[in-house]
């Protein structure tokens, strides 16, 4: 259920994402995806969905009209890219210390 519920968040940020102009860092919400993965035991879901919202980010990138000033477009993506992946790095560090205090 709540692997649907992430699946279903992330088509959300993209449709979202494709519907706001380029300059303005809306793909840092994919991250949200990527928190959802703390309640999923399975850390390779947290793999999947960091991976697919960077490849979408990146996407929305090359998918989009041109707009906006070049430099502020590709730093909006790339701040986006490093905030899903800190996230994911955050909340796989989180899973591996819950799993050692499990043990």
Request: proline fraction near 4%; glycine fraction near 10%; charge should be positive.
């Amino acid at each position: 259920m709540l692997i649907g519920l992430g699946i279903l968040v992330t088509v959300g940020i993209f449709v979202l994402d494709c519907s706001i102009p380029l300059g303005v860092a809306n793909g840092a919400l994919y991250m949200i995806p990527v928190l959802i993965g703390l309640w999923i035991p399975n850390k390779r879901y947290i793999h999947v969905v960091a991976v697919s919202g960077g490849l979408l980010i990146i996407a929305r990138y090359f998918l989009s009209p041109l707009g906006g000033d070049y430099w502020m477009v590709v730093t909006n993506r790339g701040l986006s890219l490093v905030i899903v992946w800190i996230s994911a790095a955050v909340c796989l560090l989180q899973k591996k210390t819950q799993e050692k205090l499990d043990r």
